[in-house]
Every structure is written in structure tokens, then in C-alpha cells.
């Protein structure tokens, strides 16, 4: 009593294996048990029958799972494990962050998606799906316009910068060493994600998409701060990762324009390039296997509001 309420963790996957559903139901087995003492007590205080060992075990209160600690958007991500050890979320498996500019109006955006994501439960073998978990993004959810990439423009539109979200959780993944089953880069580069490593997303059709294959369960937390989001994956790792990439290559110029539309938005401009990213997933020193991703982004306009 008196403590901060937690938030409860959710499970990712149609069918929860063994330990998870016996921390979704301890509840129900909890309540049933307290009953049980109540009624084998009142029967052992009227004198009906003689008090038994049995009977005294009955009586000692179920201990409960210990619930997720819910991190705070101004504490560092420890090293503790956040899951008891029987689901297998013994450590972080991988982190990653990135940074934005406080105060703009995409930061309510990303903050919400973040708690959307937090706390998210992926059974092994299920495919994670960023748009599944953290849903439509509208104005009666709170979301609010920002901008947003539309071909080789930015424009407002209502959850614009939500792909942080999706490039945030994208690179977590990828150095935990997960099965990435579906991703899409933006068709321009933005400073905020490293290049050829990142996810956009659009409501409904625009997804990233992951397979949990390490054989044990996968937390997810994402904690955000005024300039920063993290995501953190944590459970029990299967692969170490090393990566490697290429310079940049095949650059294409941009063009400058003057936008005297409503809602234009300044771009500084940047030339298009393409850019190879290689994932060396090993194991026990061995290596399983190299995986490419090759990204070509087009060029970012300058863009002028007149």
C-alpha cells in the first residue's frame, strides 16, 4: 500500500506457453486458496475436526509473482532482470537509443508508443508486430501532428516522428539478434537513425515485424526522456552480434524549392545514397550466418518556407 501502481506486463503471441499462463492466472489460483483456509479454519475453531498439518499449510498465504518494476523516464536502464527467473528474461539481451530535440511536437508522439511498447511480453516463436501492439495513431489516443516523411518531403500529419519508435525497437532487435521478418527504411535518411539500420511504419499496411527465436520469452521496455528513447529487449540470448557496413555509395543530388503552402515545413536538404549494413550472428565463437540489408535512400529536398 502506499507504493506507486505498476504496470503489468502483456503477453505477445496467440498461445502463452507453461510460466506464462500460470503468472496470468495466479490470481484466480490465489483467491481459491485463501477461500479454502477460510472455510478449513472455521471448521478447525468450531471443534469439528482435529487440526492436521494439512490444514496449517492451507492457511499460509499463496506468495504472489513478484510484479515488473515500471521504469521511470529519468532512471538509466539497470542491469537487473525485470521478469522472475522461471520465464527465462534472466538479462538484457540488447539496448538502443536515440535522441530528438525537446519541446517538439513529435516528442509526445514517440512518448506515447513507447508506453504502448513497454512492458510487452513476446513468447518464443510469435511475431512481434509494431503495428498490432501500439495500434491506430489518432487524436482521440493523443497523438498530435508532426511531421512526417511523404516521398522525398516532410510534411504535418497527426503521429508524425512515431517511426523513432519503430527505428528505436528496429536496432534493438537487430543486435539482439532476432529473426527481423519485415522492414521498410524511409525513402530518405534522417540524422537521427544510423544508416541502413531502421523501420518506418505507417498505420495499417506500413509494419515492422519480428520473430522471437531464441526458445524463451522477450521483455520489452522502452523509457523515454525529455531528448531520449530507449528500448531494451531483455530474456535469454541466442546469438552474439557483430556488424558490418559499406561508405555510403551511388550519391544523387537533391533539388531545391520555396513551399508558400500552409503547414510547409524547412528541409535542409541531403543527397541520396545507398548503403550495405551486414549482421554476423554468432555463436560460441562460430558463425552461423552473415545477413545483408541494403538500403537506398533517395535525396531530401532543400526546402524553403516563402
Known amino acids: 500500500m502506499g507504493g506507486a501502481r505498476r504496470k503489468p506486463f502483456r ?3 496467440d ?16 483467491g481459491t486458496l485463501a477461500v479454502t483456509a477460510i472455510l478449513l479454519g472455521t471448521y478447525l475453531v468450531a471443534g469439528i475436526g482435529p487440526r492436521s498439518q494439512g490444514a496449517a499449510a492451507a492457511e499460509r498465504p499463496t506468495r504472489p509473482t513478484p510484479a515488473l518494476p515500471r521504469p521511470r523516464a ?23 537509443t536515440t535522441r530528438y530535440k525537446a519541446a517538439e511536437p513529435r516528442v509526445r508522439n ?24 501500439v495500434g491506430p495513431r489518432t487524436p482521440g489516443r493523443g497523438y498530435v501532428p508532426a511531421p512526417t516523411i511523404v516521398g522525398s518531403r516532410m510534411v504535418n500529419d497527426v503521429g508524425g516522428g512515431i517511426c523513432q519508435v519503430s527505428a528505436t525497437l528496429f536496432n534493438a532487435v537487430f543486435q539482439g539478434g532476432m529473426k527481423i521478418v519485415r522492414s521498410r527504411p524511409h525513402s530518405m535518411w534522417l540524422r537521427e537513425y544510423p544508416k541502413g539500420r531502421e523501420a518506418a511504419v505507417a498505420y495499417p499496411h506500413l509494419d515492422f515485424t519480428w520473430r522471437n527465436d531464441t526458445g524463451w520469452p522477450v521483455m520489452i521496455r522502452a523509457s523515454s526522456t525529455g531528448t531520449s528513447l530507449t528500448v531494451s ?5 541466442r546469438y552474439t552480434v557483430r556488424t558490418e ?16 503552402r500552409p503547414g510547409c515545413v524547412v528541409m535542409a536538404g541531403g543527397r ?3 548503403i550495405d549494413v551486414w549482421r554476423v550472428l554468432l555463436r560460441d565463437g562460430r558463425r552461423v550466418r552473415r545477413e545483408k540489408f541494403h538500403t537506398a535512400y533517395g535525396p531530401q529536398a532543400r526546402v524553403r518556407c516563402g
Do not use: M
Not at 498461445?15 to 489460483?29: D, F, I, K, N, T
Not at 532512471?75 to 538479462?91: K, T
Not at 529487449?233 to 540470448?237: D, E, N, V
Open 245 to 260: 557496413r559499406s561508405k555510403p555509395y551511388a550519391f544523387v543530388p537533391f533539388t531545391s524549392t520555396i513551399d508558400r
Open 110 to 133: 514517440i512518448q506515447i508508443a513507447a508506453r504502448a511498447l513497454d512492458g510487452t511480453l513476446v513468447r518464443p516463436g510469435a511475431v512481434f508486430s509494431f503495428n498490432r501492439v
Open 74 to 96: 529519468d532512471r538509466s536502464v539497470s542491469d537487473q532482470a525485470p521478469e522472475p527467473p522461471a520465464l527465462g528474461v534472466h538479462r538484457r539481451i540488447s539496448t538502443y
Open 15 to 30: 498461445q502463452p506457453g507453461l510460466a506464462e499462463c500460470a503468472l496470468r492466472w495466479w490470481p484466480l489460483v490465489a
Open 272 to 274: 541520396g545514397f545507398q
Open 233 to 237: 529487449l531483455w530474456g535469454t540470448r
Open 11 to 13: 503477453i505477445h503471441g
